[in-house]
């Protein structure tokens, strides 16, 4: 009995350090942010948003104490929290956007404009004739997904406002249930509902999936079957029912993008269906998967012709020489941080997520050094997937786009509460130091 109470105080003490450690690191990170805000509001001429600076102070504020209150809670308490959350701050954004902007999609809605014209046009016709509709509207199957879904969110709102309105109640109900799919998923993994509970709050509470679930865009929901695909994967090798449900939540994918699909499926066969060659060589195989990408590009070009023309789009304002591997590294940790840049005024209204993005994407890297030379393998899946998606960001010149990286997250939320535990002293004083100045240069434009 002693023993049982000497395990739980240790426990609760690793739990105590842990906690104070993020939190103190997270301040300390905060206040250095807010020390590059007044040098690029003292050095730079452009003009301020003053609407979005408004909602930029009250996300982080209502975002901080959220989190406070989620940490004190239990598992349901915290997921209903975790709704409640996306409920207040998703209606607000919306409210913000069809007042102050004067556009019910956001800033730059090009894809959501295009999206909502299409549920408008296909809401009144028949599935098959939606289809014809949508194939007139784009080529390909991977485009197909979230212009059904959306037409019938468009037929029961009937205008486009109500539509909206439903669509964003149906966003934080899907957000709500990844929550608690990532719950569950970190559980399995890391076996410690403490952390699980962390992870899923961070990520349940994260700022961009409050843009995403007002702005029409289709990354809420890809984003649950993405997870749902990663939470088969690793319940095949108990129940073989799963492998059916992982081959038809990874079929899903497919219409949303198919190079998910893709990685979704070499990481099922190496860790479900030949887990001696993968666990065994999976250090060569990142290795390989780095060369092959970054060095055989072509060869990725060939197979998906959607990479190319995303090279196209980016190759005017690609980096050469010291800037291109700047910006591989920028890859790993962004997406970065924007302040005032109006350029890109949606990075602007998610401004916790990319600073607790960017603040502990240095413990989901160490996690995945450590695990690797540890041996592992039950994070092989996470890192897989993380590697891959962070590789195709290099390839297609989006180095730091968040819509891109966005979908596999939560894995790497779980990572990077994992590589807490891997923290060394000096190495994270120095990405604070580094990253800052990433920041302020970014941010004033000196690059």
């Given at each position: 009995?002693?023993?049982?109470?000497?395990?739980?105080?240790?426990?609760?003490?690793?739990?105590?350090?842990?906690?104070?450690?993020?939190?103190?690191?997270?301040?300390?990170?905060?206040?250095?942010?807010?020390?590059?805000?007044?040098?690029?509001?003292?050095?730079?001429?452009?003009?301020?948003?003053?609407?979005?600076?408004?909602?930029?102070?009250?996300?982080?504020?209502?975002?901080?104490?959220?989190?406070?209150?989620?940490?004190?809670?239990?598992?349901?308490?915290?997921?209903?929290?975790?709704?409640?959350?996306?409920?207040?701050?998703?209606?607000?954004?919306?409210?913000?956007?069809?007042?102050?902007?004067?556009?019910?999609?956001?800033?730059?809605?090009?894809?959501?404009?295009?999206?909502?014209?299409?549920?408008?046009?296909?809401?009144?016709?028949?599935?098959?004739?939606?289809?014809?509709?949508?194939?007139n509207t784009f080529s390909d199957l991977s485009d197909?997904?979230?212009?059904?879904?959306?037409?019938?969110?468009?037929?029961?709102?009937?205008?486009?406002?109500?539509?909206?309105?439903?669509?964003?109640?149906?966003?934080?109900?899907?957000?709500?249930?990844?929550?608690?799919?990532?719950?569950?998923?970190?559980?399995?993994?890391?076996?410690?509902?403490?952390?699980?509970?962390?992870?899923?709050?961070?990520?349940?509470?994260?700022?961009?999936?409050?843009?995403?679930?007002?702005?029409?865009?289709?990354?809420?929901?890809?984003?649950?079957?993405?997870?749902?695909?990663?939470?088969?994967?690793?319940?095949?090798?108990?129940?073989?029912?799963?492998?059916?449900?992982?081959?038809?939540?990874?079929?899903?994918?497919?219409?949303?993008?198919?190079?998910?699909?893709?990685?979704?499926?070499?990481?099922?066969?190496?860790?479900?269906?030949?887990?001696?060659?993968?666990?065994?060589?999976?250090?060569?195989?990142?290795?390989?998967?780095?060369?092959?990408?970054?060095?055989?590009?072509?060869?990725?070009?060939?197979?998906?012709?959607?990479?190319?023309?995303?090279?196209?789009?980016?190759?005017?304002?690609?980096?050469?020489?010291?800037?291109?591997y700047i910006y591989w590294l920028l890859a790993f940790?962004?997406?970065?941080?924007?302040?005032?840049?109006?350029?890109?005024?949606?990075?602007?209204?998610?401004?916790?997520?990319?600073?607790?993005?960017?603040?502990?994407?240095?413990?989901?890297?160490?996690?995945?050094?450590?695990?690797?030379?540890?041996?592992?393998?039950?994070?092989?899946?996470?890192?897989?997937?993380?590697?891959?998606?962070?590789?195709?960001?290099?390839?297609?010149?989006?180095?730091?786009?968040?819509?891109?990286?966005?979908?596999?997250?939560?894995?790497?939320?779980?990572?990077?509460?994992?590589?807490?535990?891997?923290?060394?002293?000096?190495?994270?004083?120095?990405?604070?130091?580094?990253?800052?100045?990433?920041?302020?240069?970014?941010?004033?434009?000196?690059?």
């Amino acid at each position: 009995m002693n023993f049982i109470f000497e395990q739980y105080g240790e426990a609760c003490h690793l739990r105590q350090d842990r906690d104070t450690y993020l939190i103190k690191y997270l301040q300390v990170f905060y206040v250095i942010t807010f020390i590059i805000v007044f040098l690029v509001t003292f050095f730079s001429n452009g003009t301020y948003d003053w609407g979005v600076i408004f909602w930029q102070l009250f996300s982080i504020v209502f975002w901080s104490i959220s989190l406070k209150i989620g940490l004190m809670l239990k598992k349901n308490q915290m997921l209903l929290w975790v709704f409640l959350f996306q409920l207040i701050l998703s209606f607000s954004l919306h409210f913000f956007f069809l007042y102050y902007t004067n556009d019910l999609l956001g800033y730059n809605a090009v894809d959501s404009v295009l999206y909502s014209d299409l549920a408008n046009k296909t809401k009144n016709l028949d599935f098959e004739g939606a289809l014809v509709e949508i194939g007139n509207t784009f080529s390909d199957l991977s485009d197909y997904g979230w212009p059904v879904f959306l037409k019938y969110i468009y037929w029961i709102g009937g205008d486009t406002l109500t539509s909206m309105r439903i669509l964003i109640l149906v966003n934080c109900i899907i957000q709500w249930f990844t929550t608690l799919l990532v719950y569950n998923l970190s559980v399995n993994i890391v076996n410690d509902t403490y952390k699980a509970h962390l992870i899923s709050l961070l990520w349940g509470l994260n700022l961009c999936s409050t843009y995403l679930n007002v702005s029409g865009l289709k990354e809420t929901l890809f984003t649950l079957l993405c997870t749902l695909s990663l939470f088969y994967i690793y319940k095949c090798k108990r129940k073989p029912y799963n492998h059916i449900l992982f081959w038809v939540s990874i079929a899903s994918t497919y219409f949303f993008r198919p190079y998910m699909t893709f990685f979704f499926v070499i990481i099922y066969l190496g860790y479900c269906i030949f887990p001696y060659i993968y666990n065994r060589l999976f250090a060569w195989m990142c290795v390989a998967a780095i060369v092959l990408c970054l060095f055989f590009t072509s060869l990725l070009v060939y197979q998906f012709p959607e990479i190319y023309y995303a090279i196209l789009n980016t190759s005017e304002n690609a980096p050469s020489g010291l800037g291109m591997y700047i910006y591989w590294l920028l890859a790993f940790l962004g997406p970065l941080p924007k302040f005032f840049n109006m350029e890109t005024p949606q990075v602007l209204i998610m401004i916790t997520y990319t600073i607790l993005k960017f603040s502990l994407s240095i413990f989901g890297l160490l996690s995945c050094i450590c695990f690797i030379k540890n041996k592992q393998t039950k994070y092989y899946p996470l890192i897989s997937i993380y590697l891959f998606t962070v590789l195709l960001l290099i390839v297609s010149g989006h180095y730091v786009n968040y819509r891109y990286s966005y979908i596999i997250m939560p894995a790497f939320f779980i990572l990077m509460v994992e590589g807490i535990q891997f923290r060394k002293k000096w190495i994270v004083e120095v990405y604070c130091i580094c990253t800052s100045m990433i920041m302020l240069i970014f941010n004033l434009k000196l690059y």
